[in-house]
């Protein structure tokens, strides 16, 4: 008997803690996207950052970046195709990692902004596609077993960073430094 109850308590903190991890980064890339949109210099006050750092033409990565950001957070959230929610996840942070943050070191909070945060992200990301929504998700409530384990991995890799990859490939032309 204790044995069933170890198991069923272990499952539960298990999903518990995908479910916080699911809501905590799905809160923080909403928060990204509303901000890219509303706030500061909004979508066009991004457009010409991203513009500056080469990704052309800037208003076209602003609204892509946002709007990804906006969906994977809503979908991760909701644990609802998790492997593509976390490919956004990693998609926009691999790209924001290597647009801007990769050159001012591994510290937030040197000059720039170091990659330690984008490179957690993308991290996280790729262990959501692997580990799955969880017990407490609309993919598990439609029984889709293809959102975990190595498939999830997978997608989310390849979906994320093939995507990004290809995305620096065909619009990121930096400024040369002279």
């Not at 210099?41 to 208003?59: D, N």
Request: proline fraction near 2%.
């Amino acid at each position: 008997m204790h044995h069933i109850v170890a198991t069923i308590h272990d499952v539960d903190g298990l999903n518990l803690g995908l479910f916080i991890l699911r809501i905590a980064v799905g809160v923080i890339m909403i928060a990204h996207g509303y901000n890219h949109i509303f706030r500061g210099g909004k979508i066009e006050g991004t457009a010409g950052w991203f513009a500056s750092l080469g990704m052309r033409p800037g208003i076209l990565h602003a609204w892509l970046a946002s709007a990804t950001e906006l969906g994977a957070g809503a979908l991760l959230i909701l644990g609802f195709f998790n492997p593509l929610a976390a490919a956004g996840v990693v998609g926009t942070m691999a790209v924001a990692l290597i647009t801007n943050h990769l050159k001012n070191g591994f510290f937030i909070f040197r000059p720039g902004e170091g990659w330690e945060y984008v490179g957690l992200l993308v991290c996280t990301g790729l262990a959501l596609g692997a580990m799955g929504a969880g017990e407490w998700s609309v993919d598990n409530a439609l029984d889709w077993d293809w959102t975990t384990g190595i498939t999830g991995f997978v997608i989310t890799a390849v979906v994320g960073l093939g995507g990004a990859a290809a995305l620096l490939a065909v619009f990121w032309r930096p400024q040369k430094k002279d």
